[in-house]
């Protein structure tokens, strides 16, 4: 299995932006794709992108796409999700995962790692 630490959310002002980040460590990391999937009190988790695990393909939920953008470092065992223009909407609890499959998916019980989530809040 693959552990994950994120780091990276705060609050920030609708319109801004902020760089998530997903410390990975296993042997498994390099053959994983991994995702970045967002939860609120009042929803169940959803997902937000995927990469697969040489990142050479993305996927993104629509209400994120062209907004942000999931990259990976192989050689760092880093993942990344950069988020600009952030609406209201996007205030919730991230969290980075791993599945031990190459391809991606958007599907949260296809995942079986997770970080602890970092907190994201955008306020008007």
């Known amino acids: 299995q693959v552990q994950l630490n994120e780091s990276g959310g705060g609050s920030v002002q609708a319109g801004g932006s902020l760089k998530l980040s997903c410390a990975a460590s296993?042997?498994?990391?390099?053959?994983?794709?991994m995702a970045w999937f967002r939860q609120t009190p009042t929803k169940e988790r959803e997902f937000v992108a995927t990469?697969?695990?040489?990142?050479?393909?993305?996927h993104y939920a629509d209400n994120v796409r062209g907004r942000f953008t999931i990259s990976r470092d192989n050689s760092k065992s880093m993942v990344y999700l950069q988020m600009n223009n952030l609406e209201l909407e996007d205030t919730g609890v991230y969290f980075c995962a791993a599945r031990d499959l190459q391809w991606v998916s958007t599907r949260a019980a296809d995942f079986g790692s997770w970080g602890q989530g970092t907190q994201v809040t955008v306020s008007s």
């Open positions: 990469i697969n695990y040489v990142g050479e393909f993305t």
């Open positions: 296993g042997p498994s990391f390099r053959r994983s794709a």
